[in-house]
């Protein structure tokens, strides 16, 4: 269940499908409608009072400086308008095509190290219960997965360190697959596996 991957990027699918999304809205909506929104991207409000006006349209500076030198002989408002309709459907389409109701995305979220302990373990039954090929789902693996959870939740201390990796955009990134190996190869003092259940 548990990633292998030093740089398997499964838990980030979710707060990486938000973040493409309203860097998109981020340029022909207002920042505080995106905000608002929260968590809850479904809700996004796209009306054009929720849009930011055209000088502070997202076109990049070239493309103003270009407007800029056009603008006597061009109208620009046709083009504004394009820019608009190209954001709106791009957002719209995202909405459709991406799962950001399905708690799944948001749940696989557990495997980030830094942020797995804040999970409950009802969320570890869940996505159990969402593998059947791991053979966890009868109540008394599932008790087990409960325990070992809480045991993995309430230890930090025993806990390997988490590594960090530089990813591809410059950003610092857990190393999740190799923290997960490292913790399924911990041992209890009676010699069991440290997450038998899990992996």
């Not at 930011?52 to 408002?77: F, M, Q, R, Y």
């Not at 909405?95 to 409950?120: Q, T, V, W, Y």
Request: hydrophobic share 35%; net charge negative; proline share 4%.
């Amino acid at each position: 269940m548990f990633q292998k991957s030093k740089e398997n990027t499964t838990c980030e699918l979710y707060t990486e499908m938000n973040r493409l999304l309203k860097m998109y809205a981020g340029n022909v909506l207002k920042k505080e409608v995106i905000l608002a929104a929260g968590d809850n991207l479904k809700n996004l409000n796209l009306d054009s009072s929720s849009q930011v006006s055209d000088e502070h349209l997202g076109i990049g500076n070239d493309t103003w400086a270009c407007i800029a030198e056009l603008e006597e002989e061009l109208d620009p408002k046709p083009f504004y308008k394009a820019v608009r309709i190209f954001y709106l459907a791009t957002i719209n389409k995202m909405l459709k095509k991406f799962p950001f109701g399905d708690s799944f995305f948001k749940d696989l979220e557990i495997l980030r190290p830094s942020k797995a302990s804040s999970f409950s373990s009802d969320t570890v039954i869940s996505l159990a219960k969402k593998f059947p090929q791991l053979d966890l789902c009868d109540s008394k693996s599932l008790d087990c997965l409960k325990e070992e959870f809480l045991d993995f939740t309430l230890s930090p201390t025993d806990l390997p360190s988490i590594v960090m990796y530089d990813a591809c955009d410059r950003t610092k990134k857990e190393c999740a697959g190799s923290f997960w190996l490292e913790v399924g190869n911990m041992k209890t003092l009676a010699g069991q596996g440290f997450l038998s259940y899990s992996g």
